[in-house]
């Protein structure tokens, strides 16, 4: 009662244009009873109900939460960038202004001069045809800081003065490339520069790291915290990576479905979170070293067993344009997987794991070394000899989304193998569809429904179930989980070690995510460019390192906790400070 | 029932106009009671035209009487009678040329793009060949290749659709090899190789339905441009002869040297009639795309929360 009575009062503080009143001066950023409606072709849709929380000057507030849970929406209503469809209400306070109710007009003088936006995608957020410098420069010549415009010299200036801010080696020589000629952390620190080239006192990172690898993410969630700690920059950080949060924020609220479920700061909420969903949020996060599949293990399993894939100095190239060579994606790699093993492939963007996985379904092309799979040299691949074979080898798809035909109802994409492969009479089919569903934890009445009208976890379980159809010998698992939410992610692992465990067959596990990982493979190697650097029991790998660059991508793995994450900070540091 | 209800509102042109709204609605409604009409009319030509197409009358160029509402023509044929006549030709002449090309250029689409190599390259460089073609031109030759002076009625209708059939092959052919070529690298038909499912079902099952959810959109906006180059072969003279079909665009032609006499029933009628067509046509087809488009869709603001948000100045 005195909560929303207090929250009423701030919000005709706003509307009545009242500068002051109940709002703080000293906060960088106040949202009080933030409403964002969409109108949808299925009528309106309340995306953000109810949402208040204050950023003090200096300060990370993370917001965290699932897809769907409004955090994007609460982020674009800071910079007012919500589509003609939203409709907002409540307010959204910087430096005395309320975002909400200003022109547009007032809108463009706020954005950069006081509030600036950092995007996912570096490489979509900068334009490919101007040099970097323009880029930042266009920013500081749409604003008159000091009165006056900005003249191009001036901008260059001040634009080289970004980019050395935000570590971007021999900045003066740079400042002419073009985005294509940087690498994706630098285009990200390009697009932070950008951000910054105003100094406005606080910066919105929407999902700043998620388009990048963990090595190079490690590099951002230093500079953003190393701004923080020099220019005093208020962060407003949204992600859904828990560990992210455990590396950065001060402060932390957790959305879901459009409600902020709990505030608090970030030692507290991973220490005795109080919510029931924020626990359960977090104890669906696969921490490193915890639930793993090789736990106790000190030789390589399953060696007794067949051998179905077998990689000796495999090579796949990809052919160059005209004039330019050939690329490599995979440079001698040899492994083998017998019957009833996981192995599990990590390797960052660009490492060629998905192209031995691939390759081992036939959908690449191998171009040297030898390949067996099944007593099938791949070398010598022809669709027609091969597809015999196919009915051993399942296949899971990173996107769920995207690996059913929109057109097919799940049961009919599941049958598809068995309607293939099978002399299976029709009833015979649907029955076999049936617990094929159950089996995964579907009720069997979905096989009538589109895969559209299934959530994502539920289609990544129906893609198990179809990818298990004819119960093969190999199953091939390419980023299974990485396009699902958290506590989704969790329930498909689980579901896939019981079946794993259960039916025994031999699993290719394709993650860029070593926690992920390390839950179900119980031999591990590490891709990088193409080479396999290192290659052991689970454990081993995750826990006792090798290889420099293994022990660098473990390093920069930030672990959701705050006090355990700050240690291996240092000692990512003191790694990093060694080389 | 309740799916039934749900087949009949996903159909083309139900599911948009449900989906519309403000202009965008009305420029729908307007094509698509355009459209109806000409469909209508067309349908409907034995019952409501007075006279047949080809009937001659001794008055020539007569104005507008009770006999013949909108006169008569310099060779005796009654304007009301062609006109009403002359949607049917038109129906007949876009069904079967429309339904040539679909046919045709969604087989060519679909194995050109999907098994590539030396076949694609082949079709792709005739397509083009074909395009660089202008496309009336194009048309006068097939037509004159294929009738070569015979003109009973539907050899005209049929050569005038397959001159225009030619032209738009090239279109739905590109349309769909490249809707193929994207659908090829999507992970639901990589699934269905590693599944072992062969060429043919493939391209049958996955692609085809796939490929082919924009045709209903080309479909009407191609539709008016068969109506076009059908009234510029006939105002051309490469059309249907006059004692065989009614046809607007060679009436057209014949009521130029009317105009300047100051004989104006001649040429407004099938002039008017084909304009409207078009329109009507074009309208539905625009309105369409734009409606398919969730970007380019209006959408009704929020009516709840504009009453809050007047609410709340109103107190401020």
């Not at chain 1, 344009?321 to 660009?350: C, H, N």
């Not at chain 1, 498909?492 to 070690?497: K, M, Q």
């Not at chain 2, 109806?36 to 349908?43: D, G, N, P, S």
């Not at chain 2, 679909?102 to 050109?112: E, Q, Y």
């Amino acid at each position: 009662m005195s909560r929303s009575t207090e929250n009423a009062a701030k919000v005709n503080a706003a509307v009545a244009g009242v500068p002051g009143g109940e709002k703080s001066p000293r906060s960088a950023l106040q949202i009080a009873d933030l409403k964002v409606t969409f109108a949808t072709d299925q009528g309106d849709v309340l995306a953000v109900k109810d949402v208040s929380f204050t950023v003090a000057p200096g300060e990370i507030v993370a917001i965290v939460g699932e897809s769907g849970s409004g955090k994007t929406v609460t982020a674009k209503a800071i910079l007012g960038l919500l589509p003609e469809t939203a409709d907002s209400s409540g307010a959204v306070i910087i430096s005395g202004n309320d975002v909400l109710s200003v022109s547009a007009q007032e809108m463009r003088q706020i954005r950069g001069r006081d509030v600036a936006m950092v995007f996912q995608e570096p490489s979509t957020a900068l334009n490919p045809v101007h040099t970097v410098g323009w880029q930042i420069a266009e920013g500081l010549r749409a604003h008159r800081p000091e009165g006056k415009r900005v003249g191009k010299k001036e901008a260059r200036k001040l634009a080289i003065e970004a980019l050395a801010k935000v570590g971007i080696p021999e900045p003066e020589k740079r400042v002419d490339y073009y985005p294509h000629q940087f690498s994706g952390g630098q285009k990200q620190r390009v697009v932070i520069a950008a951000a910054l080239a105003l100094n406005p006192g606080l910066i919105v990172a929407d999902e700043p790291t998620t388009a990048l690898d963990v090595t190079v993410q490690a590099e951002i969630l230093e500079l953003l915290r190393d701004l923080r700690d020099r220019y005093g920059t208020s962060i407003v950080l949204i992600t859904h990576n828990m560990g992210v949060v455990a590396d950065l924020a001060d402060r932390v609220v957790v959305m879901y479905q459009g409600d902020v479920v709990e505030k608090a700061s970030s030692k507290v909420l991973f220490e005795a979170p109080q919510q029931d969903y924020t626990k359960a949020l977090l104890a669906a996060v696969p921490h490193l070293g915890r639930n793993s599949a090789s736990a106790g293990f000190t030789e390589r399993a399953f060696q007794d067993k067949e051998v179905l894939v077998r990689a000796t100095d495999l090579e796949i190239e990809y052919p160059g344009r005209l004039g330019s060579p050939a690329f490599k994606a995979v440079d001698k790699v040899s492994f083998t997987i017998s019957a009833g093993e996981v192995f599990g492939l990590v390797g960052e963007s660009g490492s060629g794991k998905t192209t031995i996985g691939r390759a081992i379904a036939g959908l690449n092309r191998t171009t040297g070394g030898s390949l067996n799979v099944l007593g099938y040299e791949m070398l010598n691949y022809k669709e027609r000899t091969f597809r015999p074979l196919r009915k051993d080898i399942g296949f899971v798809f990173q996107d769920p989304a995207a690996s059913f035909n929109p057109y097919l109802s799940i049961g009919e994409c599941v049958a598809e193998p068995l309607l293939i492969h099978t002399d299976l009479s029709g009833p015979a089919v649907t029955k076999r569809v049936g617990e094929l569903l159950e089996s995964v934890q579907l009720p069997g009445a979905y096989a009538k429904r589109f895969p559209h009208e299934l959530s994502g976890g539920q289609r990544q379980r129906a893609s198990l179930a179809r990818g298990l159809a004819l119960s093969p010998k190999l199953l091939i698992a390419d980023e299974p989980t990485s396009a699902l939410d958290v506590s989704v992610q969790a329930k498909v692992l689980e579901l896939f070690r019981e079946i794993q465990n259960e039916l025994g067959f031999a699993a290719l596990f394709i993650s860029h995510d070593l926690a992920v990982v390390d839950i179900l493979a119980q031999w591990v190697g590490v891709l990088y460019k193409g080479k396999m650097v290192e290659q052991g029991i689970g454990n081993q790998v995750m826990g006792n390192p090798q290889a420099d660059y293994t022990k660098r991508l473990i390093a920069s793995l930030p672990v959701p906790d705050p006090a355990e994450q700050a240690k291996r900070r240092a000692a990512h540091q003191a790694l990093l400070a060694a080389k | 029932m309740e799916s039934k209800k749900s087949l009949f509102s996903r159909l083309p042109v139900i599911s948009q106009l449900k989906k519309s709204m403000g202009l965008q609605r009305g420029m729908l409604v307007t094509g698509i009671v355009l459209t109806l009409i000409f469909l209508l009319t067309a349908a409907l030509a034995p019952l409501i035209a007075p006279f047949g197409p080809t009937q001659r009358f001794d008055e020539t160029q007569a104005a507008p009487s009770s006999v013949h509402l909108w006169g008569t023509t310099a060779g005796g044929y009654d304007v009301l009678s062609r006109t009403i006549w002359g949607a049917q030709t038109a129906v007949f002449v876009i069904v079967i040329a429309v339904a040539l090309s679909i046919f045709i250029g969604v087989i060519l689409g679909l194995l050109s793009g999907y098994l590539g190599g030396w076949l694609d390259r082949i079709l792709v460089v005739v397509a083009d060949a074909i395009y660089a073609f202008p496309t009336l031109l194009l048309a006068m030759v097939m037509s004159i290749a294929l009738t070569q002076g015979s003109s009973d009625m539907w050899a005209g209708i049929f050569a005038a659709a397959i001159s225009i059939t030619v032209v738009f092959i090239p279109q739905y052919f590109r349309v769909i090899r490249a809707e193929t070529i994207r659908l090829k690298a999507e992970p639901f038909v990589e699934s269905a190789i590693v599944v072992g499912a062969s060429t043919v079902r493939i391209m049958a099952r996955h692609i085809f339905k796939n490929a082919t959810r924009t045709l209903p959109l080309i479909f009407t906006l191609n539709a008016s441009e068969a109506i076009l180059t059908l009234a510029g072969l006939g105002f051309l003279g490469f059309g249907i002869e006059p004692s065989s079909a009614a046809e607007w665009g060679y009436d057209l032609n014949h009521a130029q040297s009317d105009a300047t006499a100051g004989i104006w029933w001649t040429g407004v009628f099938p002039g008017a009639a084909i304009v409207m067509t078009v329109l009507g046509l074009t309208l539905l087809g625009e309105s369409m795309n734009d409606l398919n488009d969730p970007r380019l869709r209006g959408r009704k603001k929020t009516k709840k929360n504009a009453a809050k948000k007047q609410e709340e100045l109103v107190e401020a």
